[in-house]
């Protein structure tokens, strides 16, 4: 079972992802939302209009997996999803079953806990999860959750004339009365208000990033597998805003990516001439801050979904408190090291046993 949905993740990834790269560097709107949200609605929803796909994610595998078999998933330090995939696109699946996932409620922060516990059971009996990862896969379920509903404005709101048609008419994924509940706050001033915010907000962006659907968390892990070295969130944003050949998206990427390199190179000048050959410069004051100013609360650039700021300064605080106690841990190896060779060498001279020797 294991072994088929590995090929089967092989061959979809040969087959889309060079379409999927084209229509990413060719889609002007597909500007950056927190973690790569609009670049997931955009991509996907250009490649179902463009070609004939191989039909919607549904990892029937996964769903039939025997009683008890559960696939492995990779985590990284800051609890962040870093496998292949395949937990992050099953959340989708989670999001688009209408048994398990309502759609009636604006916020996912006001689904009761109960639903949230159910699909939460259901991601767990496929995937060897512990409970720490729960906050991290429900609020992935909510993201594609977000995304599903977008895909569905998209297609369905402009195709009726009439709030009576919309509602007539539900997607098939949809309960009947989710979905009339749903399309009523698509003609919600409230949220006619907010979409033309939206518009208004991407209509200013200027930096669309070219990481596809592949968050910043598994660019990295990846890098990190090629090279032996984990890469800082300013490599990845580099990496990330500019074409596979090196080329810049805009000119007002390109211009921007060029401050950001510049105060780069500073940095690593700092850190050769430094005596520890390390300079360590806080989130606020990085070159990414400098050009871009503050990250906002909640989400960190170049560091991928469910990070913020706090996050990060916290674990900066628990290494630095950690540090002594490495550096004593390390002394404590070398003098037990030390210990043990003059034991073998008393042992050796006198003949006396390595008990006699400690007494």
Same mark, same amino acid.
């Given at each position: 079972?294991?072994?088929?949905? +590995?090929?089967?993740?092989?061959n ?27 670049? /997931?609605?955009d991509?996907?929803?250009? &490649? ?31 609890? +962040? ?7 992050e696109?099953?959340?989708g699946t ?8 309502p759609?009636?409620f ?21 995937f060897?999860l ?14 594609c ?7 569905l /404005?998209?297609? /369905? ?10 509602k ?18 698509? /003609?919600?001033?409230?949220? +006619? ?26 660019r ?27 080329s ?19 940095d690593? *000048?700092?850190?050769?001439?430094s ?12 070159a ?15 560091m ?8 990060l300064?916290k674990?900066?605080?628990? *290494?630095?408190?950690?540090e ?6 390390q ?13 073998? &060498? ?5 003949g ?6 400690a007494?």
């Open positions: 079972m294991l072994k088929r949905i +590995q090929k089967q993740r092989d979809d990834a040969a087959s889309s992802q060079a379409h999927k790269k084209r229509l990413l560097e060719s889609n002007e709107n597909s500007h950056e939302l927190s973690n790569h949200e609009e670049a /997931y609605e991509v996907n929803t250009n &490649i179902e209009k463009s070609r004939n796909t191989r039909g919607r994610t549904i990892l029937p595998d996964i769903w039939g997996l025997d009683h008890g078999e559960k696939l492995t998933v990779k985590f990284n330090s800051l609890n +962040q999803c870093v496998d292949d995939g395949e937990l696109y099953f959340c989670v999001a688009r079953k209408k048994e398990l996932t759609l009636e604006s916020d996912w922060r006001k689904v009761p806990a109960t639903t949230k516990d159910k699909i939460w059971d259901v991601i767990k009996s496929k060897d512990t409970p720490n990862r729960k906050q991290w896969v429900l609020s992935e379920v909510g993201k959750l977000r995304i599903f509903k977008h895909s /404005y998209v297609e /369905y709101f402009n195709k009726y004339s009439t709030l009576a048609e919309l007539a008419n539900p997607d098939s994924r949809t309960d009947p009365n989710q979905w009339g509940k749903l399309v009523e706050k698509w /003609y919600s001033a409230q949220w +006619q208000n907010k979409s033309e915010r939206g518009k208004d907000i991407r209509s200013h962006m200027k930096m669309p990033h070219t990481s596809g659907t592949i968050s910043y968390a598994r990295a892990e990846a890098e990190f597998r090629k090279n032996g070295r984990r890469p800082n969130r300013i490599k990845i944003f580099l990496k990330y805003h500019k074409h596979k050949d090196g810049h998206v805009s000119s007002e990427s390109a211009a921007t990516l060029e401050k950001i390199e510049q105060l780069l190179t500073v690593e *000048e700092k850190r050769e001439t005596e520890a050959n390390e300079v360590i410069v806080p989130l606020k004051e990085d990414i801050s400098k050009v871009l100013g503050p990250d906002k609360n909640g989400r960190v650039r170049g991928g979904f469910k990070i913020s700021p706090k996050m300064e674990e900066a605080s628990e *290494e630095q408190m950690n002594p106690n490495k550096e004593l841990a002394q404590v190896a070398i003098l037990t090291a030390q210990v043990k060779k003059l034991t073998d &060498i008393v042992t050796r001279r006198d006396a046993t390595e008990e006699e020797v007494i």
